[in-house]
């Protein structure tokens, strides 16, 4: 049995959670609405204050996606509530960042700045005395993560002086330069 598909989902009050047919469910809280069609395999069960998720067989498929669908409705659930944020730090000489609007321009020593236009249901805020902190914030984790990243992938951190767009809890293996002549 699946450790993590078997665990129920405790609902908070303010949240409802609607599943209608082909386990298309919709979650409702204060921070918005987020809806998904889960694999008609699984059977979800609402019981008003937990909502559970059980296999019909122990095929190797539905017990891949019990867990999985389990993850993905705890993460709306967490996502409607409270949201989810990531924070990226900006790390080099005149490595920086402007926000206009819902437009996110990295200056990262290209030639020309980088324009990113924000993604619907995801906001990039900037932090910090040089605006060297990037928070991306929303409710679908799947989006922030993915924005996050795309950010993160126009400079991503050299091992050598670190330089670069880094996660803010991401370490980066530095390595030694060249070794000089004796």
Do not use: C, W
């Not at 609607?18 to 694999?39: C, D, M, Q, W, Y």
């Not at 990262?108 to 990037?134: C, F, Q, R, W």
């Amino acid at each position: 049995m699946s450790r993590i598909g078997k665990m129920p989902i405790a609902i908070p009050a303010g949240v409802t959670v609607e599943i209608a047919e082909n386990n298309h469910v919709t979650v409702k809280g204060p921070k918005g609405e987020l809806s998904r069609l889960f694999p008609s395999e699984m059977i979800i069960k609402n019981d008003g204050a937990v909502v559970t998720v059980e296999r019909p067989n122990d095929l190797k498929r539905n017990k891949s996606l019990h867990g999985l669908t389990r993850t993905l409705l705890h993460n709306m659930v967490v996502g409607v509530t409270e949201g989810f944020k990531k924070t990226l730090i900006i790390n080099g000489v005149g490595y920086r960042a402007q926000k206009a609007g819902d437009t996110l321009t990295l200056f990262l020593g290209y030639s020309h700045p980088i324009e990113m236009k924000d993604p619907e249901g995801v906001t990039s805020s900037l932090e910090g005395a040089n605006n060297l902190t990037i928070v991306v914030s929303g409710i679908d984790k799947e989006k922030v993560g993915q924005y996050a990243a795309e950010i993160r992938s126009k400079r991503e951190p050299e091992p050598y002086k670190g330089k670069g767009i880094r996660y803010a809890d991401e370490h980066i293996r530095r390595k030694a330069g060249k070794a000089g002549k004796k």
